[in-house]
């Protein structure tokens, strides 16, 4: 069993910069691949990115590709989205999820475990 909890939400302004963290128990860490997902009110979740297990491997919505960054430290068991140059339409509930399968994450955006959720507001 996986336990995800997210946090590094928050209000910015447009074109700033704020860095979500997913903090993961469990001693399969370094196994699972890790995404990044996000729900805006009365809209769909969707998929932002997902890097796998081996670090190497990241894939990037187009919405926000140039723009955040996927990372992960195996050795913390924790997951990064950096995200800048920030924009309204960015504005949602963010959550972290994990897969043993990054394609799963990517093409189904289904994951075997889910955080709860954090808030990022950006306003224009």
């Known amino acids: 069993q996986v336990q995800l909890v997210e946090s590094g939400g928050g209000l910015v302004q447009a074109g700033g910069s704020l860095r979500l963290s997913c903090a993961a128990s469990g001693r399969t860490f370094s196994s699972l691949a890790m995404g990044w997902f996000r729900q805006a009110p009365g809209t769909e979740r969707e998929f932002v990115a997902a890097?796998?297990?081996?670090?190497?491997?990241?894939f990037y919505a187009g919405s926000v590709k140039g723009r955040f960054t996927i990372s992960r430290d195996n050795a913390k068991n924790a997951v990064y989205l950096q995200m800048d140059s920030l924009k309204p339409e960015d504005t949602a509930v963010y959550y972290c999820?994990?897969?043993?399968?990054?394609?799963?994450?990517?093409?189904?955006?289904?994951?075997?475990?889910w955080g709860q959720g954090t808030q990022v507001t950006v306003s224009s």
């Open positions: 890097i796998g297990a081996s670090v190497s491997v990241t």
């Open positions: 999820a994990a897969d043993r399968l990054i394609s799963k994450l990517r093409l189904d955006g289904k994951g075997d475990y």
